[in-house]
């Protein structure tokens, strides 16, 4: 209740987290010396029973003295606690989501429906040899070729426009070379049902296109050698054992 905390800032002092203790005090200084608008900080504070409640505080200072000096200051506690539990819980599943995406051996990508890319997994970072940090708000044109950055602009406004999967063969220049790759791009709705995002996945398939083509060498070899050879057609009674041929 109100009258079991002193009316003295010393009491709210003693209730903040010793780990925020610090930042809420530098922030609310930078206030009273007018650098801020509003002094508004996010902490934790103990409670009656010793735990812990996340507060947002917010204040202003209302008044102050002919030499500008802060005299008279209100504000408000808003327990947030809650709020950043979910946050927390949302983190964690931020990570494992990460996790998961940075072991799979396919490039997974999002991007948004301006073509700005909002994250890349690891394997597509390091085919890439792209920077960690810097992926997030870059596009096509600042990471490609101009002519694989149209196509995959071409890609992305059909399914921005049909609203379906895509899936193209194309080939990618990569740090190890030109690469041969599948890839599947899918819309992101939200609950409005409306496209947010689009999302790709994209696997390797040089090896699959090179068996594909050296298999169509050799049919076209085979192909060739029939059309130049003298071949007899047989048949056999397997009764009389006599063989029949024909041209």
């Known amino acids: 209740s109100i009258d079991e905390i002193e009316p003295h800032l010393d009491a709210w002092e003693r209730r903040v ?3 925020d203790i610090d930042d809420v005090e530098a922030e609310l200084q930078a206030h009273i010396d007018g650098e801020s608008q509003y002094y508004d900080t996010e902490h934790r504070m103990r409670t009656a029973d010793g735990n812990w ?31 950043k539990e979910q ?3 949302l983190r964690r599943a931020d990570r494992r989501f990460e996790t998961v995406l940075n072991t799979m051996s396919a490039v997974v990508f999002l991007k948004n429906t301006d073509g700005e890319y909002l994250l890349m ?9 792209f920077d960690d940090e810097n992926i997030v708000g870059q596009t096509d044109d600042d990471l490609f070729p101009p002519d694989v950055a149209e196509a995959a602009r071409s890609d992305d406004q059909r399914v921005l426009e049909d609203g379906e999967a895509i899936e193209i063969e194309e080939t990618v220049p990569t740090n190890a070379g030109d690469t041969a790759r599948l890839t599947r791009k899918s819309p992101v709705y939200d609950d409005d049902g409306e496209i947010t995002a689009i999302c790709g996945v994209s696997t390797d398939i040089t090896e699959q296109k090179r068996r594909e083509q050296e298999l169509q060498r050799l049919k076209e070899r085979f192909e060739l050698a029939v059309e130049g050879a003298n071949l007899g057609v ?6 009389s054992d006599e063989v029949a041929w024909t041209e």
């Open 17 to 19: 987290h010793p780990a």
């Open 53 to 83: 409640k996340w507060i947002r505080d917010i204040g202003k200072v209302l008044e102050r003295n002919d030499a500008g000096e802060a005299i008279r200051a209100v504000g408000i506690h808003l327990d947030i606690t809650e709020q």
């Open 87 to 89: 946050e927390e819980k």
């Open 121 to 129: 997994n690891r394997a597509g970072r390091e085919l890439f040899d």
């Open 234 to 239: 047989w048949e056999w009674d397997l009764e």
